[in-house]
């Protein structure tokens, strides 16, 4: 099945496939609505890492990457991308505040019926939206 994908940096990509991020925070906003699969980029720099030993990351993410690195370079979920709206429309608090960029000016993408692969798919990611060939379970 073809479907679009989006590239996010870990720990993002991980807390999406997790359930643990409900949205997306982007500079752009988006007319697209539909199956947007989840692609784990392959940067993985010494920021990133660190925030692994933060809170909240620490409590959403510590049990998945306990193991060593969390997943790199492939499609780790699939969502249905149902909405797009303000940051400044959008009420959240917790963890969710926390895992996105909530400046005024930016958009948060709804993210709903999240579905972790249970075997990541090793794909070259891009920047924006591209698309892939998926198999779903």
């Known amino acids: ?78 969502a249905e991308l149902t909405d797009c709206f303000l940051t400044e429309q959008v009420s959240v608090n917790g963890n969710e505040y926390a895992f996105g960029d909530w400046a005024p000016g930016r958009f948060a993408w709804c993210l709903e019926n999240v579905r972790r692969l249970p075997v990541p798919v090793p794909w070259k990611g891009r920047q924006g939206f591209f698309d892939v060939e998926l198999e779903l379970p």
């Open 1 to 78: 099945m073809k479907i679009k994908a989006i590239s996010l940096w870990q720990p993002w990509a991980s807390l999406i496939a997790l359930g643990e991020k409900k949205f997306e925070t982007r500079s752009w906003p988006t007319n697209y609505r539909g199956l947007l699969a989840i692609h784990a980029a392959r940067r993985w720099t010494k920021v990133q890492q660190n925030l692994l030993r933060t809170t909240p990351f620490t409590q959403a993410l510590g049990w998945y990457t306990d193991e060593g690195d969390p997943p790199l370079g492939c499609i780790v979920a699939v």
